[in-house]
């Protein structure tokens, strides 16, 4: 089992920054894959970035240039640091984990399936 924990949401006029922190525990093995997706009202869940297990990285075009994913092993964190929010940024982001390797992990990312779930945090981007 993983659990995950996010914090770090709030609201920010566009342009700002925010980073987003995501506490992870649990079995190594089973997380090796870690994402962060998000969900606005009325959309369907997106993939925003992923961090694939050998350090790779990946994100949706419409966060390239301005989002970046990271970990930190030794404090078991998983971060979303996101600069020049837009409105259109405002959703809930949530903290993923799947144990899936390789090409698997981002076929995962794209169709939203990891097995393991944070509860969100709430992003507010105003104009």
């Known amino acids: 089992q993983v659990q995950l924990v996010e914090s770090g949401g709030g609201s920010v006029q566009a342009g700002g920054s925010l980073r987003l922190t995501c506490v992870v525990s649990g079995s190594t093995s089973r997380r090796a894959c870690m994402g962060w997706f998000r969900q606005a009202p009325g959309k369907e869940r997106e993939g925003v970035a992923v961090?694939?297990?050998?350090?790779?990285?990946r994100y949706a075009d419409s966060v390239k240039g301005r989002f970046t994913i990271s970990q930190d092993n030794a404090k078991n964190l998983l971060y979303l640091q996101m600069n020049s929010l837009k409105p259109e940024d405002t959703a809930i982001y949530y903290c993923a984990a799947d144990p899936a390797s390789g090409n698997l992990c981002y076929v995962w990312f794209r169709n939203g399936d990891f097995d393991y779930w944070g509860q969100g945090t709430q992003v507010t981007v105003s104009s």
């Open positions: 961090l694939l297990s050998d350090g790779g990285t």
